[in-house]
């Protein structure tokens, strides 16, 4: 009997940068890391490049309109915490629309943070891609 092939999860976190502060979400009432901030994110849906998945992601949860020439990938990292995944991250500096929390029923704050003074309850991996983007270390692998 042939061996299953290991498939992981793919995951696209948006990084919305502007005057050098961050955009951060704090996560609320989904089962995982809920009063933990987090960044726009969220996984490939199949059949679509990573940058198409960030521009639809960001209308979903924030509201705004994105080119894929505005999404730049900064990082990847392999992700071994929990279920095993890879995950990019990007830089967006420019967009359309007014940034807004289109899903209350997942996040109960939707705000900038300086990038030198980040909460201190911010999900472990997430800190270290930011750090990681600062220090312009572009793979990781975490857990």
């Known amino acids: 009997m042939p061996k299953k092939r290991f498939a992981a999860p793919v995951t696209i976190h948006l990084f919305f940068v502007q005057?050098?502060?961050i955009l951060l979400l704090r996560r609320y009432n989904?089962?995982?890391?809920?009063?933990?901030?987090?960044?726009?994110?969220?996984h490939l849906d199949g059949g679509e490049t990573v940058k198409q998945a960030a521009v639809r992601e960001a209308k979903e949860e924030a509201g705004v309109q994105l080119k894929e020439d505005d999404v730049e990938i900064v990082g990847v990292m392999h992700r071994k915490a929990g279920d095993e995944r890879v995950?990019?991250?990007?830089?967006?500096?420019?967009?359309?629309?007014e940034i807004q929390n289109l899903e209350p029923h997942k996040c109960d704050d939707l705000r900038f943070f300086p990038l030198n003074e980040l909460p201190t309850n911010i999900i472990p991996y997430i800190l270290r891609a930011i750090d990681?983007?600062?220090e312009g270390r572009w793979f990781d692998s975490y857990g």
Not at 30 to 42: F, H, I, P, Q, R
Not at 87 to 97: M, R, S, T, Y
Request: no cysteine.
């Open 19 to 21: 005057d050098n502060k």
């Open 30 to 42: 989904t089962g995982y890391e809920d009063g933990n901030y987090s960044v726009v994110a969220g």
């Open 87 to 97: 995950d990019f991250f990007a830089v967006v500096k420019n967009w359309e629309g």
């Open 132 to 134: 990681n983007y600062k």
